[in-house]
């Protein structure tokens, strides 16, 4: 995945035309994928210090109710947390660093990570993903779970694309083809659809379900794979070869986790 600084609305409008988004776009919400790479036990007291003390609570005084908060469920050597932002707009994802330079409160609370020293960072390396929402779920969606959250399972995958027809052909498998309804339909409780305006694996889609846990998650996999809606639309010869590489990350939300 790539990391990047978005400067200006520029970026992301350039993205758009080149993609073919139409203007319409505009009005869905736009997600920020923020994926931190550490090492270190002290890395990340100090992350998770900032997000819960700082960072989040600056977002909700700008009336960003809902952020998530991701741990992967199995544990590499690198670890990983990964931060989940949806923007209204794109003036508020532009205006956002402008506007947290403001608080004085986040300016105060963050000042562990905000001033660390350059040979004591907290963090290893840092990614940014930006999404638009699909047209048939243009807004993200709060989870109904009710089981702990060290038990919860969110999938988020990632549907990469030979050529970008082809990924167009996909994002409209999902929308007009009626996989994003078959979804809601088996109770996936799906977060977020999202075509991939910023990253390093495009073309690609990335989208997040939710479950109570495994079992519940492998339960409604199995459900989607025998129903016979699915079996028919994923045997449309229109809809033949538009993945090429699929990947799939279970997380758990931490306990100051929104969503």
């Not at 200006?8 to 080149?18: D, E, N, R, W």
């Not at 309804?181 to 910023?198: C, D, Q, S, T």
């Not at 990335?206 to 079996?231: I, L, Q, V």
Request: one cysteine or more.
């Amino acid at each position: 995945m790539l990391t990047i600084k978005v400067k200006s609305v520029f970026v992301l409008l350039v993205a758009i035309v080149c993609l073919g988004f139409s203007k319409e776009v505009l009005a869905n919400d736009i997600y920020q994928i923020k994926i931190y790479h550490y090492s270190t036990s002290e890395q990340e007291a100090v992350l998770e210090k900032y997000l819960e003390t700082a960072y989040l609570p600056a977002l909700h005084r700008l009336g960003i109710s809902d952020v998530g908060v991701f741990k992967p469920v199995e544990v590499e050597e690198e670890k990983q947390l990964y931060v989940l932002v949806p923007f209204s707009n794109q003036e508020q994802l532009f205006g956002l660093k402008a506007e947290l330079a403001k608080d004085e409160e986040y300016s105060s609370t963050g000042k562990d990570y905000l001033e660390a020293a350059h040979d004591n960072p907290p963090y290893d390396r840092m990614e940014i993903i930006l999404l638009d929402a699909f047209s048939e779920q243009p807004h993200y969606q709060t989870p109904k779970l009710s089981s702990p959250n060290a038990e919860r399972i969110y999938e988020l995958r990632s549907y990469e694309s030979a050529t970008e027809k082809l990924h167009v052909n996909k994002v409209e498998m999902f929308n007009e083809g009626g996989e994003v309804a078959l979804f809601e339909k088996l109770g996936f409780n799906a977060v977020f659809y999202g075509r991939v305006i910023a990253g390093s694996h495009m073309p690609n889609l990335m989208y997040m379900t939710s479950f109570e846990n495994m079992d519940d998650r492998n339960k409604h996999w199995e459900a989607f794979g025998g129903d016979p809606f699915w079996k028919e639309l994923s045997g449309k010869p229109e809809y033949q070869n538009n993945v090429s590489h699929i990947d799939i990350t279970f997380l758990y939300p931490t306990e100051y986790s929104d969503l």
